[in-house]
DNA sequence: ATTATATAGTTTCAAATGGAACAAAAATCA
DNA sequence: TGATTTTTGTTCCATTTGAAACTATATAAT
């Protein structure tokens, strides 16, 4: 990797990122949106909740790298649609514990397999080998991106 | 890589993608909004006419995989800012030519080193062989990408 | 117990974004 | 030439997003 002076947007990685990133999310998003019209944080809610039923606002935020009002939007907007169901914790009045609906389940197991089928064709792109390759170096990259953020601590 | 049957989004593709290209956006993007007060969509403007002076507003578009109301915006707040002189072409009505102003070149030079080595640091979690591999397999998926787009004909 | 502090979640308001309609100029075509 | 279609770029409007203020409950401290 030969040191670059001039920053090429086309070569520039953080901008690579966005790009491919914008194009799955994008792709993947025409899937679910089209047919059962959840936008992309309510799926993730959906995907989250189908994985572990019950979780509460901050919890599903923490888990979907989402902030909390996403979630509050994302959780009333599938109330509203009848995919999820709130139900106020006895133990914390504060909290309510939130589960997927049948609705809300059959949405989930429609798109999950659509969702894996989609990403088993983005790997196509790379033999078996070079998958868990990718995995490998992906994986650096978060942490050492998760390092820089930790090690660029926000100005409060 | 093993065949998947549920769907963790910790470990799914998109998801992972999306987390990342977003956290390595912001810290990229806070290096510039601290600064220069511009946004996202102005810095690649900037970073677009630093390459290649005298572009129009199309022509940044689809360099740059924004919409062309985006690039009218961009536009606007940095011609208001003093970054970017707009001439009209007196070959085509319709288009005029943009380039920085000295203002924007101070920022394009300042802001190229930072994005640069922030780049660099982000590279930093690989080895020099891995490096080149990592494009290389970043390629073949953004090539997949674009096939699976192009397969997938939008609805018109 | 009473006060202070922290946490969960919502609301509010302003800014960012996206799509469709639009105006002006250019290109095509009859 | 004159009519029609394309292209360029902007504006308008509705939706989305984000940050800060706020409410309600819970926890900690004195």
Same mark, same amino acid.
Do not use: C
């Given at each position: 990797?030969?040191?670059?002076? =001039?920053?090429?947007?086309?070569?520039?990685?953080?901008?690579? &990122?966005?790009?491919?990133?914008?194009?799955?999310?994008?792709?993947?998003?025409?899937?679910?949106?089209?047919?059962?019209?959840?936008?992309?944080?309510?799926? #993730?809610?959906?995907?989250?909740?189908?994985?572990?039923?019950?979780?509460?606002?901050?919890?599903?935020?923490?888990?979907?790298?989402?902030?909390?009002?996403?979630?509050? #939007?994302?959780?009333? =907007?599938?109330?509203?649609?009848?995919?999820?169901?709130?139900?106020?914790?006895?133990?914390?009045?504060?909290?309510?514990? &939130?589960? &997927?609906?049948?609705?809300?389940?059959?949405?989930?197991?429609?798109?999950?397999?659509?969702?894996?089928?989609?990403?088993?064709?983005?790997?196509?792109?790379?033999?078996?080998?070079?998958?868990?390759?990718?995995?490998?170096?992906?994986?650096?990259?978060?942490? #050492?991106?998760?390092?820089?953020?930790?090690?660029?601590?926000?100005?409060?």
């Amino acid at each position: 990797m030969e040191q670059k002076s =001039s920053l090429q947007l086309q070569y520039f990685l953080p901008y690579r &990122l966005s790009v491919l990133s914008n194009n799955v999310s994008s792709l993947l998003a025409s899937l679910y949106t089209e047919k059962f019209g959840i936008s992309i944080p309510e799926w #993730r809610t959906v995907a989250v909740l189908g994985e572990e039923p019950g979780l509460t606002s901050t919890q599903i935020a923490m888990r979907v790298a989402m902030d909390k009002v996403a979630v509050t #939007r994302a959780v009333q =907007s599938l109330i509203e649609k009848q995919f999820v169901l709130r139900s106020s914790s006895q133990a914390d009045g504060r909290v309510s514990h &939130l589960n &997927l609906t049948e609705r809300g389940q059959r949405v989930y197991d429609e798109v999950v397999p659509m969702a894996l089928n989609f990403e088993r064709e983005i790997w196509g792109a790379l033999a078996p080998e070079e998958q868990s390759y990718w995995v490998k170096l992906f994986s650096k990259m978060e942490q #050492r991106v998760e390092e820089i953020r930790n090690g660029v601590p926000k100005l409060d």
